[in-house]
């Protein structure tokens, strides 16, 4: 399974923009870059996912490099309730595996 | 629409006990999985299915068993407890292939005592 490199931990002010970084070398053309996020005691909850280009939702935006060896989850306005723990995956087939994603502190 | 309801939510098994996770999804999902949570830590794959009838073995299949007889529920069965699987297990589901998301149960929080 393809390896991403996330942060242990970040932290940012409240209603300032973060950007959350992770790298993954070993991507395959056929990876899809998924991220998540795990509030504390609860399951983890779809974010959003990219192949090429960057993408945008209601949640947060994602930037992917142009040699897809590295991408950015964006978080435009954060708030209190987006302190999490955000796992950047690559997705290629059948399953996806977790590693230990980047715990995020807003600072109010 | 229920989303992934998984049951029961909490649980304290004796060593040496049987139980069943369950998990149901409503969203008519070829793929699910099961994951445990340890204190601390992320996610590990215990089993995952791609289909009604198929299952294959995760990242820590050992001390599982599971199978996949609809495609609305996905079952984790314990047929022997340890206190090593005291875990945190979440079910989840999705459409199969690598452009969909997934969706998380709420989780079980077990025990074993």
């Known amino acids: 399974d393809a390896k991403t490199t996330q942060p242990n931990s970040m932290e940012s002010n409240e209603e300032e923009p973060v950007h959350l970084p992770c790298n993954h070398s070993t991507i395959s053309g056929t990876d899809y870059i998924h991220w998540y996020r795990q509030l504390p005691s609860q399951g983890p909850e779809y974010v959003i996912h990219g192949l090429t280009s960057n993408v945008n939702n209601r949640m947060a935006s994602l930037a992917i490099a142009e040699d897809r060896k590295s991408s950015t989850l964006i978080l435009h306005r954060a708030t209190l309730r987006d302190a999490a723990v955000y796992y950047c995956?690559?997705?290629?087939?059948?399953?996806?595996?977790f590693g230990k994603g980047t715990r995020l502190h807003i600072l109010p | 629409n229920a989303g992934v309801t998984q049951t029961p939510k909490f649980q304290v098994l004796k060593t040496g006990q049987s139980m069943t996770l369950q998990c149901a999804q409503d969203?008519?999902?070829?793929?699910m999985s099961w994951y445990r949570q340890d204190p601390g830590m992320g996610l590990r794959l215990i089993h995952y299915?791609?289909?009604?009838?198929?299952?294959d073995q995760g990242e820590v299949p050992n001390g599982y068993n599971v199978s996949r007889s609809t495609t609305e529920d996905f079952p984790l069965r314990l047929l022997s407890a340890a206190p090593s699987q005291t875990s945190v297990y979440f079910c989840?589901?999705?459409?199969?292939?690598?452009?969909?998301?997934?969706?998380f149960g709420s989780g079980t929080r077990l025990t074993v005592v």
């Open positions: 969203m008519n999902h070829e793929y």
């Open positions: 299915s791609v289909g009604a009838g198929i299952t």
């Open positions: 989840a589901s999705s459409f199969f292939g690598p452009y969909y998301g997934y969706t």
């Open positions: 995956i690559l997705h290629r087939d059948d399953k996806i595996i």
